[in-house]
């Protein structure tokens, strides 16, 4: 066993000075906290709603690396600060050490993007990358550099026989913290807070994986062994790499599917028995989340100042045949704000009065928050007598971020039916036409209606509000001034 001197260690250690055990701690944890703080500020899913996979490939691989090397960035910077005791004179290789630790850093963009997702392979992905982190330092952290070194025991009495046995083992709290931390994970991974419950998962994989993996007995004896060494962690960060690679390309495919959820779930839309359930199953959830916060939000446009008009006769029958001018209708309808896995607003919803135009409502937690607009038709209307549809819209989100606008028809007789009529951007909020918006920016969206489709007619039209991937939990500030139905 080499002596103390040669790993950096005096015989006494002074207490107020960290040991080699908690120096590989504060390494660690510094590596961890800039890669989450990369990962927060550079993850974002490309604006485009229709990316290619080639474009989702290199994304992926470019979170990954710049994971890798935030971590050991941060890693290296508290390896090298000069108030650490050991940065003349380190425990092991600095290169040894990065290799092993980004072994860990590499899952964190998939989890934080499956957490944003409200995915349960979340807790997976974490506790995945925890246990392999544990694995690699264990490897790599001999155990005469994790033991500290002790006083010389001076020579003692035999025991007497069987001793060992009749020991009392120490009383040792971990278990008890393994457990709680157990328990809150799961109760914060039932209230959808993935990120924080996924978290506490993989401290407690860490900590398993840490006490069961053995270390090897010294730590490599000149450089041809620590480059051997080098070379087994760099071949076992390749592996890594690609897994997490495959697991973040399947996390961007997902977030991009949940998106453009008007053709990945609306456009399919819930049976009606699904509806019931929902509506069921939203009736026991309670309404509060958060601080100050709402599972949901119902937003009415504020009341039109009566007028005294003359009666007017009502149409029998909505773009009736031989009718040439557009059907002009004022948006009336609701403005609904929810978070998945509910895919309408609950019976306990905050109901309030005004315009997106005026009202920031955002999510407090990891979660993305939906928007839709739901405007009723006072009678059904034939699909083959409409050609087109025109939105018009006022916007007034000044946020960096394109905004798509897509459009769903359906019946009320039968919610399952519904036809999807594609998605539009809003031009002020593309990237070549942004500008700051002191007033609201008027627009016209043209969506374009088939000639036959399985949907015969329709009394409903609903508008969803597809903003990018770096305000996902932001409502966009847009509002629906009125619909244009273009007669055949």
């Known amino acids: 066993?080499?002596?103390?001197?040669?790993?950096?260690?005096?015989?006494?250690?002074?207490?107020?000075?960290?040991?080699p055990m908690r120096f590989f701690a504060f390494a660690v944890s510094a590596g961890l906290l800039i890669c989450l703080l990369a990962v927060f500020t550079f993850l974002r899913l490309p604006a485009a709603h229709l990316p290619t996979l080639t474009s989702l490939c290199l994304r992926a691989l470019a979170f990954v690396v710049v994971a890798a090397l935030a971590g050991t960035a941060g890693s290296w910077y508290y390896w090298k600060n000069s108030a650490s005791p050991f940065s003349a004179n380190p425990p092991l290789p600095f290169a040894i050490i990065a290799l092993a630790c980004a072994a860990g850093w590499v899952w964190v963009p998939a989890t934080v993007l499956l957490s944003r997702q409200d995915s349960p392979f979340t807790a997976a992905v974490a506790v995945l990358g925890a246990t392999l982190l544990a694995f690699a330092l264990r490897k790599a952290i001999p155990s005469d550099v994790v033991l500290p070194p002790l006083a010389p025991i001076p020579d003692a009495e035999p025991n007497p026989l069987f001793a060992a046995t009749l020991r009392k083992n120490p009383f040792q709290f971990r278990g008890y913290i393994l457990a709680a931390c157990i328990y809150v994970a799961g109760y914060q991974l039932f209230n959808y807070w993935m990120l924080n419950g996924s978290g506490l998962l993989a401290a407690c994989a860490f900590v398993f994986a840490w006490t069961l993996t053995t270390a090897p007995n010294a730590k490599p004896a000149g450089p041809a062994a620590a480059r051997k060494q080098s070379t087994r962690a760099a071949c076992r960060l390749a592996f890594v790499i690609a897994l997490a690679f495959l697991v973040t390309l399947f996390a961007?495919?997902?977030?991009?599917?949940?998106?453009?959820?008007?053709?990945?779930?609306?456009?399919?839309?819930?049976?009606?028995?699904?509806?019931?359930?929902?509506?069921?199953?939203?009736?026991?959830?309670?309404?509060?989340?958060?601080i100050a916060g709402y599972h949901s939000i119902i937003l009415w446009p504020d009341p039109e100042k009566k007028q005294i008009l003359?009666?007017?006769?009502?149409?029998?029958?909505?773009?009736?045949?031989?009718?040439?001018?557009?059907?002009?209708?004022?948006?009336?309808?609701?403005?609904?704000?929810?978070?998945?896995?509910?895919?309408?607003?609950?019976?306990?919803?905050?109901?309030?009065?005004?315009?997106?135009?005026?009202?920031?409502?955002?999510?407090?937690?990891?979660?993305?928050?939906?928007?839709?607009?739901?405007?009723?038709?006072?009678?059904?209307?034939?699909?083959?007598?409409?050609?087109?549809?025109?939105?018009?819209?006022?916007?007034?989100?000044?946020?960096?971020?394109?905004?798509?606008?897509?459009?769903?028809?359906?019946?009320?007789?039968?919610?399952?039916?519904?036809?999807?009529?594609?998605?539009?951007?809003?031009?002020?909020?593309?990237?070549?036409?942004?500008?700051?918006?002191s007033a609201p920016a008027a627009e016209t969206l043209r969506f374009p209606v088939p000639e036959s489709a399985k949907l015969r007619t329709f009394d409903q039209i609903t508008v969803m509000f597809l903003p990018d991937e770096s305000n996902y939990d932001t409502g966009p500030k847009v509002a629906i001034q009125q619909f244009q139905l273009i007669p055949r």
């Open 1 to 19: 066993m080499p002596s103390p001197t040669k790993i950096g260690l005096s015989v006494n250690p002074d207490p107020q000075q960290p040991g």
């Open 252 to 290: 961007m495919l997902h977030g991009v599917g949940h998106s453009i959820r008007g053709e990945a779930v609306l456009a399919t839309g819930p049976a009606q028995s699904d509806v019931a359930d929902e509506k069921a199953e939203a009736a026991t959830r309670p309404s509060a989340n958060g």
């Open 310 to 437: 003359p009666p007017l006769p009502q149409p029998t029958q909505l773009l009736a045949p031989g009718e040439t001018k557009p059907l002009i209708i004022r948006f009336d309808g609701q403005y609904w704000y929810f978070q998945p896995p509910n895919r309408r607003p609950g019976p306990t919803a905050i109901q309030a009065h005004g315009t997106p135009l005026v009202h920031d409502i955002q999510s407090n937690n990891f979660v993305p928050l939906v928007m839709e607009a739901h405007q009723t038709l006072g009678s059904a209307i034939p699909l083959a007598r409409c050609r087109e549809i025109q939105v018009g819209i006022l916007s007034r989100d000044n946020r960096p971020g394109a905004i798509n606008i897509a459009l769903l028809l359906s019946h009320s007789s039968a919610p399952a039916n519904q036809l999807y009529l594609g998605q539009q951007p809003v031009a002020s909020s593309q990237h070549d036409a942004f500008a700051v918006k």
